[in-house]
């Protein structure tokens, strides 16, 4: 034990028997005076300078025995309340501290210590919880960053390499330098993607409120993959609608959309459709993007909300896992929900609902 902490101890003791010292000297003093005064008066007896100075010693005596005593109790009664309780919640967080987050603390007995110590207790076996879920998540996270971006880097180098031929044709060094700037741009979206949904499960992008038009902002984001619903010769069908008001954040919204769109264009195949409706009440609005495309299990469907999951990897270089992850988190932060049903080989319908103010 070092000097200090001893010292300590010592200076808490001797605080402590002081306190308890003084407490039983007045309390002793005063009922022993209070008892001598009416025994005198009620005895007729004359108190001489003898029997008081015996009684001083032996009151003196009795207060430094009764705060000894008491300090005893009050150190005995502190270890196993309080000290022992403190040291197992001391001990449990250093173990925290050092990365263990499956630490738990046993509730105690509230007839043996304070019942406050068990919602402290209740308290730690959150936080721990919460701790071992957070690093689970980061530890995924990390895992799935890393392993995502072996394939666009793996590209951007094997086309580099390719594009070093000395007797390169021009076709070919045309491909290739697609191939890169493929690479590249899927890399940076995935940069993108990764930063707008950092911050906003950091809470680092507040939804704004401005009142504008549902309906003419679907049009718009459908409208801004038109060269691809035409290359793909897709049908689009709409239900939208008129003049459906609401009142929150254009730029996060515009966000769900462009996502939900882009997943119903790539997911369907040429000669396939898209259908966008909008629906409207006092409270609510409901947009649906319905596609007629690869469709997916019930399995897949309880993941796509997942960062980087991606249910069909035969599209896995047309995307990177995190759109959805996205549109989840935009609309919990409208407080809204989302929702998918859908058939494998027949397509998907999400559905978003949420308050118009």
Sequence with gaps: MKSADLKYKIFRSVYRYLLFFLLVAFLVTCSTMLFV??????????????????????????????SVLFTAIDA?????????????IAAAAKKVVQGDFTTRIAPINQFSAD?????????????????AGVETLRADFVANVSHEMKTPLAVIQNYGVLLQAPDLN??????YAKGVADGSRRLADMMTNILKLSRLEKQQIYPGTQEYDLGEQLCECLLG?????????????????????????????RLVWNNLFSNAFKFTPDDGKVFVGLSADE??????????????????????????????????????????????????IVHGEISVESVPGKGSTFTVKFRRR
């Excluded at 406050?116 to 919880?129: D, G, L, V």
């Design 170 to 175: 021009e076709e070919k060094r045309i491909e």
């Design 283 to 332: 409270h609510y609005a409901v947009v649906k993007v319905k596609d007629t495309g690869i469709g997916m299990t019930p399995e897949v469907g309880a993941h796509i909300f997942e960062k980087f999951y991606q249910g069909d990897t035969s599209h896995a270089t047309q995307g990177n896992g995190l759109g959805l992850s996205l549109v989840k988190r935009v609309v919990d």
């Design 225 to 253: 993959y038109e060269t691809v619903w035409e290359k793909k010769n897709i049908e689009i069908e709409t239900d939208i609608a008129e003049d459906v008001k609401v009142n929150t954040d254009a730029e996060l919204l």
């Design 115 to 131: 019942e406050k110590f068990n919602e402290i207790i209740e308290c730690f076996n959150t936080m721990t919880q919460e701790l």
């Design 37 to 66: 005064t009416v025994l005198s008066e009620t005895l007729q007896l004359e108190l001489t300078g003898d029997n008081l100075n015996m009684a001083a010693k032996l009151t003196f005596a009795n207060v430094i025995f009764l």
């Design 76 to 88: 005995i009664r502190r270890k196993v309340t309080t000290e022992r309780i403190t040291r197992h």
